[in-house]
């Protein structure tokens, strides 16, 4: 298995344990899981992250993220806060889409990168473990107590 198939195998078993997770909760995206985060807030910040990884990797846009992407000095509250505003009143369909298409994009991304990159440690392997799938991670815990 290459490196670039060994994380795309990663991403999809990461993916799919989300997607289990999230299924459960279908219906109820608004349960609040602290801090007034909502399951539909952190759909949306999972898909901002997924594509802050291509902008990093690529520059490529970050949908509703004017202002924001590139702010100086860099900070991560105000970025996160930021961008949970802006689709804190967006309909539920939007942000599944944009759930949906930003990992799309990160999955099409890493199958165009080398085996270098893809390599444990490469640079693509590192943005997506920070920013792609496991920061899935730092979320799971929230969304299965809300289960």
Do not use: K
């Amino acid at each position: 298995m290459t490196n670039r198939d060994e994380l795309l195998a990663q991403m999809n078993v990461a993916r799919t344990e989300l997607e289990s997770v999230i299924a459960t909760l279908r219906g109820r995206e608004d349960i609040d899981l602290g801090d007034g985060w909502r399951v539909r807030d952190v759909l949306a910040h999972i898909a901002l992250w997924e594509r802050v990884s291509a902008w990093w990797l690529t520059g490529a846009d970050v949908p509703h993220a004017e202002g924001l992407v590139g702010m100086e000095p860099w900070d991560l509250n105000a970025f996160n806060e930021g961008m949970r505003e802006r689709w804190r009143l967006r309909p539920l369909s939007e942000v599944y889409e944009e759930f949906a298409a930003a990992h799309e994009a990160l999955v099409a991304l890493v199958s165009d990168s080398s085996e270098e990159d893809c390599a444990t440690g490469g640079r693509v392997w590192v943005r997506n473990d920070e920013c792609g799938t496991g920061h899935y991670r730092e979320h799971m815990a929230a969304l299965e107590t809300a289960r």
